[in-house]
């Protein structure tokens, strides 16, 4: 599965990427940072 960075998924969904960030450290992804990859398939739990 590929990697996207935070912001490009958040301004795919229409999101800022703090809220993203909130809602994936929410869900348990707290390594996540905002340019660094994000490996999909770790964030789907």
Same mark, same amino acid.
């Given at each position: 599965?590929? %990697? /996207? +960075? /935070?912001?490009? =998924?958040? %301004?795919? =969904?229409g999101?800022?990427? %703090? &809220? *993203? *960030? %909130?809602? *994936? #450290? &929410?869900? @348990? #992804?707290?390594?996540?940072?905002r340019? +660094?990859? =994000? #490996? =999909? +398939?770790?964030?789907? @739990?």
């Amino acid at each position: 599965m590929a %990697k /996207v +960075r /935070v912001y490009e =998924l958040a %301004k795919e =969904l229409g999101l800022e990427s %703090k &809220d *993203l *960030l %909130k809602t *994936l #450290n &929410d869900m @348990g #992804n707290s390594f996540v940072r905002r340019h +660094r990859p =994000l #490996n =999909l +398939r770790s964030c789907a @739990g």
